[in-house]
């Protein structure tokens, strides 16, 4: 059994780093997440000791959330995630090293007991988000990317807004954003999510897509002309997995 206290606390200095916060976007914040391996024995004990944990102490503008891993690559050992969300002021007040305290030290004593190991850590940005905003998304499918230029990446993303601001999806939600350190697997600095209110609704994405394109044609007929100003061949699709919502505090 690996000792993940060391892992969590890791990300305290990385916040100390800083980050351009762009006050009129939003839908900008940023994330921390920790990926563990819990035996099915132990996964009832391990949400609860969570759950005891963030429930007694919430955290002022910072969502927490533990997620189940459903399908991923052979090369990814989680089972569990937590991602933790906010704006800078909140998140980083939420990773300052001072704020520990022998309740959270006992909390994470006890975790460490009924994790098998610390898989992976990682931190960054979302840039945006499309589609449907506002409601939880419980399963979601992760692209993670190596973009070799950025400002391709941006180009992008422009783009995605130009078409979400006048083709809006209501059965989907989209977001994107940057890695800043770590991540699922190595080589990787984006990543795309896209969230379903089921996993039914997942498996009802291609013919959602079929019947918008449909209803929209300019659509269709925009977004292809976008997309011929992409560059994809510089987008390296490194991984990707699915997760389900267990709980957000």
Same mark, same amino acid.
């Given at each position: ?64 959330? =533990? ?9 990814? %050992? /989680? *089972?569990?995630? $937590? +991602?933790?969300? @906010? ?75 130009? =078409? ?9 939600? %989209? /977001? *994107?954003?940057? $890695? +800043?350190?770590? @991540? ?66």
């Amino acid at each position: 059994m690996k000792n993940i206290f060391p892992f969590y606390i890791s990300l305290f200095l990385l916040f100390n780093l800083g980050f351009n916060l762009n006050a009129q976007n939003t839908d900008f914040n940023h994330w921390a997440v920790y990926g563990f391996k819990v035996s099915p024995e132990n996964e009832s004990t391990v949400f609860k000791i969570i759950d005891n944990y963030f429930t007694a102490n919430k955290t002022e503008g910072v969502s927490v959330s =533990l997620y189940n891993v459903m399908f991923a690559s052979t090369d990814i %050992t /989680a *089972t569990h995630i $937590i +991602s933790f969300d @906010g704006n800078k002021k909140n998140m980083g007040q939420f990773f300052n090293p001072t704020n520990s305290s022998s309740e959270s030290a006992l909390f994470f004593s006890k975790l460490n007991y009924f994790v098998d190991e610390a898989s992976f850590s990682g931190n960054g940005t979302r840039l945006a988000r499309f589609g449907v905003k506002e409601e939880v998304m419980p399963v979601q499918e992760i692209y993670v990317i190596d973009s070799e230029e950025y400002s391709e990446y941006r180009k992008w993303l422009d783009n995605q807004r130009i =078409l979400d601001e006048k083709y809006p999806k209501d059965y989907i939600s %989209t /977001a *994107t954003g940057r $890695i +800043s350190h770590g @991540g699922i697997v190595p080589g990787i600095n984006t990543w795309i999510m896209n969230g379903f209110k089921s996993y039914e609704s997942f498996l009802e994405k291609w013919s959602n897509d079929q019947e918008f394109q449909k209803n929209n044609p300019k659509y269709v007929k925009e977004r292809d002309k976008l997309n011929e100003e992409i560059n994809y061949d510089l987008f390296n699709l490194k991984t990707s997995f699915m997760r389900s919502l267990i709980k957000q505090w």
